[in-house]
């Protein structure tokens, strides 16, 4: 069982920088591809972007492209979801979550297997 933990949200204003924090209580936390999913109000949850396992190849949404940037630190169990130049329309709460080992990221949130709680973002005019 995967023990996911997001840190680092908070308020900014637009234009402005965070980045998002997801550990795992899992030492073989390297061997799960990861995940960053938002939900905003009243919207289905949604891809934001994912890296491999490996942390070789990583995917993202349209919205987060040239945006947003994930890597993952395997020596920590932690994934980051650095996020610039940011609007409004990024306001939502941001989950990770891990697939099962050795599985290939996706963009469907169906095919992962563990949640963090989430992290609030608010992005003000």
């Known amino acids: 069982q995967v023990q996911l933990v997001e840190s680092g949200g908070g308020l900014v204003q637009a234009g402005g920088s965070l980045r998002l924090s997801c550990a795992a209580s899992?030492?073989?936390?390297?061997?799960?591809?990861v995940g960053w999913f938002r939900q905003a109000p009243g919207k289905e949850r949604e891809f934001v972007g994912a890296i491999s396992w490996a942390g070789s190849n990583t995917q993202y949404a349209d919205s987060a492209k040239g945006r947003f940037t994930i890597s993952r630190d395997n020596a920590k169990n932690t994934v980051y979801l650095q996020m610039n130049s940011l609007k409004p329309e990024d306001t939502a709460v941001y989950y990770c979550a891990a697939r099962n080992t050795y599985y290939s990221s996706t963009y469907l949130p169906h095919d992962y297997d563990y949640w963090g709680q989430g992290t609030q973002v608010t992005v003000s005019e």
């Open positions: 899992e030492r073989t936390f390297s061997s799960h591809a």
